[in-house]
């Protein structure tokens, strides 16, 4: 098997279990937002710093002027978190789908990334898409899919705080010379322990017996291991055996993913509306990022074997 079947099979595994993050509306039924996300990172911090701790780095890590960064990866869980509250898993997963598109525009205001038309105009597909999906629940009304638009409100500055930490890492990694692992990992380290302070203020005697239930550690250790370390561990395997362009095939793999979970196990449902504005999100990322998916798809097809006839 070559490195780069490799990387597909490495982005094909994070996208997967990327998916199942609406899982966390379970666990935030019964906990506030902010232990929830105190005790996913408990969890990732805990897997992950062995990594950590054996990789060998080039420098002194610079902590103080990468902790501002480190903390947005653990804003964005908490707002996600908030949002997961009141509105749906479908809603935040087709939202998130938006992150290149925000990405693209904070990128040109903070690091003067060019934009072409062809991508603006993608942007602007894409972002009606996500107001659209936003504005629903006041359209239309009792359906649950849309949920409601404080918590898709939520989602929408969770999406904003991501595409700061991605344009962040990038400049982290350029400027600092950090690698995404160290990077990852202090942000990781960083949201566990503010959260962890929040959760001094925001802990009930009462998640002493949910905490005791099985099934919410379950969920939680699923959230910690699988959704945050593995998918981590999977997105880094992909860019160091093909590359970053490669492994950004998640953002569109992972909404088909995702909606299909979030059907099978949360027992969410699809309307109209709902379909509407999601395919206005994906022409809006295709279009801006059609050309980059269709040159990683012809370069994975000169990777396939051919058949031998007979």
Known sequence: MSSRTKALLAILGASLLWSSAGIAKIVVRTLDPFTAVFLRFLVASLVILPFFL???????????????????????????????QTS???????????????????AKQFIAEATYAKKFIGILVGLAGVLTIIILPAIETGQSVSGDLQGNLFYLLAVAVWSLYIIGSRKASAVFDHSPLTISSLSIFASCVLFGGITLFTWKPSYIQILSQTSIWLLIVHLGVFVTVATLMLYQWAIKLSSATTASLTTHIQPVFSIIFNILFLGEQLTAGFVFGSIIVIAGVFLATGERLLDEIKRFSHWIPAQRPG
């Not at 002194?60 to 978190?81: D, H």
């Open 54 to 84: 054996r990789e060998k780095r080039k420098k002194t890590i610079a902590w103080r002027k990468l902790l501002p960064l480190s903390l947005l990866s653990g804003i964005n869980a908490a707002l996600y978190y908030v949002g997961l």
């Open 88 to 106: 749906s898993a479908n809603a935040a997963t087709i939202i998130y789908a938006g992150t290149p598109l925000i990405t693209a525009l904070l």
